[in-house]
């Protein structure tokens, strides 16, 4: 790919690489390579150490959602007697895959496909769907739920390293290539200095006032989701680092002016919804700092141990782990990050992170005291998005925070 | 006894079994409900507890819906229902297995607000096409031992698996039998009794079931039927409500075969009775039909359904859709493609626990049996 030029932003160097990776992909079979679908949660470090490019559907989705093209693909399938109440991601892809429509003029068909449940169930019902379309292998790679037992988890583990030397087989079998496992601790180590500086890039969420907000977030994790693995993916975070650092923190600038609400933000966002909630919650000095869902590519490798530690980190992510954990998880960063308000955002699309909110929120409340505002709509499909509805939601919460520390201040 | 005296005994557990499973309790027993499927019912009724499977009520949700929303399927609903509102105090612990992402949240769920003195965790493979998922699910079972073996305060021995074993096996047995006659003499067992029956072998205590299900074979004749009975194949995951399955009696069809979960995958293949248990059990959960949300070899999951109605030659195939169940969802415009190529007629019916008398269903199903009945006599 390419190296960061003098006087390059983070902004363009993402872009850059952005291009690249798509115009690779494309060309990915001229150059005699293979293709493989992953999930955004999945061990793609297996794929860069084999030379098969992995691409993200998923990624692909939220780009359609952004260009608000899911109502028009979903409506597409749903002719075929697909529902509208699968994920959008689902349904943006199965559409694009009906009617050839895509913002960046579509991703190319796959060699192998590889579902990791441990970020969800729907990934692997997908997955197969495509499957049976390209006859392809599909590999579900099984990370049964976290529990929290000692010996259950070192079954798991042993489980699911397992399973890396059954895709390790698999994939050599694709390629007709041996598998190096030198090459694979390589690209653990740049996997692990990206996630570093990641999370270094995450955590700056912790300055008063905030130098980055959720939406920053989102926008920056696409890099460490399909570029793990590589030293631009390294050079990428450091530059971003670096320049939050350089133009916001040491200047004391923040994201918003006059910042009075840090809120948390649980699940994925309303993509094609959430430049205007940025808008909108600025202007009552509010602004959604961190979700889970930002931290679950947040990952720890020990590249010394390549299989065990691939195994630990895709279990473990917040997604698969019981209820009590991920509410820690959680509370990790209202601690961390200084928050003082709640949105819980239950996606219709997304079951896997949604359910089970309700136990979520009242762990939450009861360990912080702060009220959370729980709502219901979809992250991707306009149609189950009602604005009015939920303005009048967001508004009143917000009040309800004046109000709280209106009290808590009259009591002093 | 009468047939009909038998059949009736039977029935009234199969539609409710909390009378029964009461009786067992005062009796002494506790009761281990597990939600679909794959839990061995032979470990924890070797553990000496009732095993039970919960398999949702048909009475309105109330509490449930704080806890699930409406877009989570119809089981999860009725099943949480169950246990939150109307069954309160009939289990003593759970053993809850995950397929899906609305199993694994339940699960969650489950833990947190039902009062239990036991809750394990039975972390099934969702995939069985490697050999990864055999280990798995070997070592998973043995750690369900332990943890009713803990529960239980004493080792479940091989010699009281073998002998749960025994029990099970002859149940299924007994069923397929049954089930193998309904084939033969269309008519004899209703479409209702036959679901019934095995729907009581997931409740009852084999050593209660086995002599009524003797007894009951005894009362069948070999009568020819007096109008030709339609054959059909069930798919889905469960008839529910059950009034469906009268209505397919009124409507003059017999099932000939089916690959529900409730159903025939529950009584398909027997655990051998030599070698190491644990394994053996291992063994009869690889040889088990597809099921939706565990991810199979290749296209198993269609070609199952391909293979079936080739060796009974239904006229039409019915499928059971749970409202919301996005397993299905994915599974089926596939499948409705499979069944077109091979020209075999298919209605897919969207089903609710909570629907009992839905006349939709009801019109759906009469003019799917027309059309078959027109097929029939015009081919
Ligand atoms: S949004 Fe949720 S359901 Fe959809 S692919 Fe992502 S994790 Fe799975
Ligand atoms: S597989 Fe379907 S019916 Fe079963 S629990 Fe999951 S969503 Fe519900």
Known sequence: ???????????????????????????????????????????????????????????????????????ELSESIERKGYTSHLCAYARSDLGFRELHKSPIGGIPDPDFLLA??????????????????????????????????????????????????????????????KFDFDRLKEVLEYSRQASILYKTYLDMASYKPSPISIFDALINMAITVYLR????????????????????????????????????????PIWFKFKDHFNFLASYGAVILSSLYVHAWSYDFDPSNPVRTLAENYASVFSNVEMEERAQMALDLFNRYSLNGNFMFLNRSCKAVSFAIHELRDIITEKTGIPALVFESDMG???????????????????????????????? | MGKEKILKDIQDIATDPF?????????????????????????????????????????????AGAHLPDNACSLARSNLELVLNYRKDTFDGFVFPQVCDTTQHLSDIWRMTIPADFFASFLIPRQVDRKSAKTWFYRETLRLREQLSGFAGAPVTDAALRESFRFYNEVRALLRELYGHKRAFPGTISNREMFDLIRASL??????????????????????????????????????????????????VNVVGDELIVGSRMIENDVSENGDPVEALTARHFAKSPYSPIRDRGT??????????????????????????????????????????????MIVLDTEYQSVTRAQTKTRLEAFVESLYGERENG
């Open chain 1, 1 to 71: 790919m390419a190296d960061v030029k003098p006087g390059m932003t983070a902004k363009d160097y993402s872009r850059q690489l952005t291009k690249a990776y798509y115009e690779g992909a494309k060309h990915a079979r001229e150059n005699g390579k293979f293709i493989a679908y992953t999930t955004a949660v999945s061990p793609a470090e297996l794929f860069y150490a084999h030379d098969v490019i992995p691409i993200y559907p998923e990624n692909h989705s939220v780009m359609m959602i952004t260009h608000r093209m899911t109502a």
């Open chain 1, 116 to 177: 990791c449940n441990a970020q969800c169930f729907t990934l692997t019902k997908w997955f197969e769907v495509l499957a049976r379309r390209y006859n392809v292998p599909l590999f579900v790679f099984d990370t049964p739920q976290f529990i929290r037992d000692k010996k259950a988890r070192e079954e798991i583990i042993t489980y699911v390293e397992e399973q890396i030397y059954e895709m390790i087989e698999s994939l050599e079998t694709l390629t007709g290539k």
């Open chain 1, 229 to 268: 693995g590589t030293p631009e993916a390294v050079q990428f975070y450091r530059l971003l680092v670096d320049e939050v650092m350089e133009n916001k923190v040491k200047k004391g600038i923040g994201v918003i002016e006059n910042e009075k609400y840090r809120l948390y933000w649980e699940n994925l």
């Open chain 2, 203 to 252: 409740f009852m205590d084999p050593a209660d079931l086995i002599p009524l299900l003797k007894a009951f074979k005894k009362e069948m004749t070999e009568e020819k039927e007096e109008k030709r009975l339609l054959p059909v194949v069930l798919s889905g995951i469960a008839v529910e409500p059950m009034q469906l399955l009268n209505i397919l009696d009124d409507l003059g």
């Open chain 2, 19 to 63: 009378a029964y499973i009461k009786a067992k309790k005062v009796a002494g027993k506790k009761a281990i409900g597990s939600p679909l499927a794959d839990v061995p019912a032979e470990m924890v009724h070797a553990a000496g507890f009732l095993p039970v499977t919960i398999l949702g009520t048909n009475e309105p949700i109330v509490k």
């Open chain 1, 381 to 412: 499909d306009p149609r189950f998005y009602s604005e009015s509805q939920i303005r009048t939601r967001l508004e009143a919460y917000l009040e309800t925070l004046d109000q709280l520390a209106f009290e808590k201040m009259r009591q002093f």
């Open chain 2, 300 to 345: 198993r999951l269609y070609d199952h359904l391909v293979t079936l109605v080739e060796q009974t030659r239904p006229a039409g195939v019915i499928y059971f859709h749970i409202k919301f169940c996005e397993s299905q969802d994915y599974d089926l415009p596939d499948l409705k493609q499979v069944m077109r190529e091979k020209e075999m007629p």
